[in-house]
């Protein structure tokens, strides 16, 4: 029935062709916005909100043509300045999933933190779970082979455990995470300005950028709850559309879809790679998207996306996959 596209930062000259840009893949440019947009238009899909996208689904608003939703998550200033106004000359509805410690810059955005630690220092050193280190960060090949073989053991840290970690480590190398996490970011009146545009659906994506699956039942909730709580007290109403943080199955999975659903969410989107179907409509709060990424900035990976081709396997044949 249609297509949910994911995006993070939209930036002129973000995204590094060349040297140490390990996030690179989170970063696409207004110039392939726009040509994504063109080419979806012309390939015969309507741009709609996701709530109506939601509607479609349960079959509340005919659905005559295929649809495509855009997505941006976190809630970064480039939205707004970069991303914005390419949305607003296709007049395309679009959708900004917000963390409110992003917002209010105390959020430990601790790939950017690692990124920057590395990219500033010749030698790294540290201790991770008991066991030091010491990287050789002098040229971009080694500062490229610090970043993977970090990434993942501290990704899967636990929650609270990974964002201490991180603030040490920060400390410890001079970089100033809260000040990366302001510089970074929207502010209140940055969203409350973008959210006035007829255009714009703001949606919740927790408090603290929690992976929802990582933590306890009643924090997750919480979690969910409180970020609804704070958009509504900052916007004068509760949005009803969520993101989950991370979002693949790791950070992500039954339990919190029902959460989500308890929380009173409409819809709500994953990291899943897959297209939108009709049996979609039982699991609106566990709806795939598909990744524009920095590193695939071509109209033929969108081609290929909008195919269905490359998640048949992915997904082990399943239109739908939710466990």
């Not at 990974?162 to 920060?170: D, L, N, S, Y």
């Not at 306890?216 to 969910?224: G, H, M, T």
């Not at 958009?231 to 009803?240: T, V």
Request: net charge negative; hydrophobic share 45%; aromatic share 10%.
């Amino acid at each position: 029935m249609g297509a949910i596209f994911m995006l993070h930062h939209v930036r002129p000259n973000g995204v590094a062709r060349h040297g140490f840009a390990p996030n690179a893949g989170l970063e696409i440019t207004p110039h392939f916005l726009d040509a994504v947009l063109h080419h979806v238009v012309g390939k015969g899909y309507d741009l709609v909100s996701l709530n109506d996208a939601a509607l479609r689904l349960k079959g509340e608003v005919p659905s005559p043509r295929p649809f495509a939703v855009f997505t941006l998550d976190d809630g970064y200033e480039d939205n707004f300045v970069h991303a914005w106004p390419v949305f607003r000359r296709h007049a395309c509805p679009f959708t900004i999933f917000v963390a409110p410690a992003i917002i209010e810059g105390a959020c430990e955005l601790w790939w950017r933190g690692l990124e920057a630690v590395i990219a500033g220092a010749p030698r790294i050193t540290g201790v991770l779970e008991g066991s030091g280190f010491e990287f050789d960060t002098l040229s971009d090949a080694a500062k490229q082979a610090a970043f993977k073989r970090l990434y993942w053991p501290v990704r899967n840290l636990p929650e609270h455990r990974q964002r201490e970690w991180i603030r040490q480590f920060c400390d410890h190398h001079g970089v100033d995470l809260d000040a990366q996490c302001r510089s970074e970011a929207m502010t209140w009146d940055d969203v409350r300005q973008i959210a006035a545009d007829p255009l714009c659906t703001i949606g919740a994506h927790t408090i603290n950028h929690y992976a929802m699956a990582r933590l306890p039942e009643e924090e997750a909730l919480s979690e969910a709850v409180a970020s609804k709580d704070r958009i509504a007290e900052e916007l004068g109403r509760a949005p009803d559309v969520f993101a989950y943080p991370y979002g693949d199955p790791g950070s992500a999975g039954p339990r919190d879809f029902d959460l989500i659903r308890e929380a009173g969410f409409a819809a709500a989107v994953t990291t899943r790679k897959g297209l939108i179907f009709s049996a979609h409509k039982d699991h609106l709060t566990a709806l795939p998207r598909l990744s524009l990424n920095g590193d695939y900035q071509k109209l033929r990976y969108v081609d290929v996306l909008l195919s269905g081709s490359a998640f048949v396997l992915w997904n082990g044949f399943k239109r739908v996959a939710v466990a």
